[in-house]
């Protein structure tokens, strides 16, 4: 309970004609039988009106509100399983992934027709038994490393030594008379068979394939790039095939490398001579 101030008790006593009694400190009005406050001082000290108007006019705190209650969509969120933290690294692993699948989805290099083809005939007619799968030689002279085209300057030579077999001119020089290591010469090195079974396409097929996929030769001069495009119209049905006429052959090629040789072709006619005819078409024009 608030303690009543001593002078305000004063001026309360003095009003009522009464004086308070000594030693209250906050004190009660000395008790008289008969006096009429006795009850009141009975229950407790009388609050005066000024004081109960200045308690009255404190402002008080209002109460708290009671806290409103979540939302359905709130507590259900909040009961929901959260994603883990190792999950947020799948969108980054995603992308790393998306980019290199989308590598391994464009399309492959498709391999020349000409090059499966032609090594599938030097395969089959026995040309990889003597000289080697890879042209490495065995029974037969070597052909990679460049030897095939120091033997053969021209694919006209070859392409007769190949028709002919080397029985027919046993004994003689063939291909490049300068060659590094001394010409060769028919029969030094076993037998070469002929083969009329194949036709012309077939052999310049072989041809090619024993002087630029074994022998390294650089296909890119024009009139390479024109002998392998007759090659695939040929293969492909869009040109006849012919086949062997090795007299033919003798008149497209260079007496000087190839025995037999006349390279006295008719002009009409050189266009169907085996090969590029990369130094043939300079003989044939003399």
Known sequence: ????????????????????ADGEGGGEAAKEPGSAVAPAQAAGPVEPPAIREAAAAVPRDPDPEPPKPEPAYVQAAKKRKKMPMWAMA????????????????QQPEVEDPLFIESA????????AGCHGAGG???VGYQFSNGEIYATFPEPIAQAVHIARGSAAITGEQYGDPERPGGARVAGNRGVMPNYPGITQNE???????????????????PAYEEWMEH???????????????????LACANPETTPGATGDVDPNEQ?????PLL????????
């Open 136 to 138: 490495g030689g065995g």
């Open 231 to 249: 090659m695939r119209e040929v293969a492909e049905g869009v040109l006849p095939d012919r086949p062997i006429d090795l007299e033919f052959f």
């Open 203 to 221: 052999l310049e097929l072989i041809v090619f394939h024993e002087r630029v996929t074994l022998g390294g030769e650089d296909p890119s001069d």
């Open 271 to 275: 266009e169907f001579c085996p090969g």
């Open 279 to 286: 130094e043939t078409e300079e003989v044939a024009s003399e």
């Open 1 to 20: 309970m608030t303690e009543i101030p001593e002078h305000l008790l004063k001026r309360s006593a003095s009003r009522r004609g009464k004086k308070p």
């Open 120 to 127: 599938a005939l030097y395969s089959s007619q026995g040309c």
């Open 90 to 105: 799948i969108p980054a692993l995603t992308l790393l992934w998306a980019y290199s699948f989308a590598g391994t989805m």
